[in-house]
């Protein structure tokens, strides 16, 4: 299946899919994670098309909280 939606900020997650944004005709750019294995053709389509291009940055693990006691008092 050819790709013809368009995709931006990929960025591979921690379970292995890759969550981007694409541009939707009626709603402009809204989140969406590709996965090789999504029940829907197109999903794994764009998830093909991203890993094909090496536009996916690699996983990043979120930041640890800063523990409350560590941060500044709010004035």
């Known amino acids: 299946m050819e790709v013809d939606t368009e995709y931006r900020n990929a960025r591979y997650n921690a ?3 890759i969550d981007c944004e694409i541009l939707h005709p009626r709603w402009g750019w809204i ?4 996965s090789p294995d999504d029940v ?3 999903g794994r389509a764009i998830y093909a098309a991203i890993v094909a291009t090496g536009d996916a940055a690699p996983y990043a693990p979120p930041e640890d909280p800063v ?4 941060t500044p ?3």
């Open 67 to 70: 523990p409350v006691e560590d």
């Open 40 to 42: 829907e053709e197109h």
């Open 15 to 17: 379970h292995g899919g």
């Open 31 to 34: 989140p969406f994670t590709a």
């Open 73 to 75: 008092p709010h004035n």
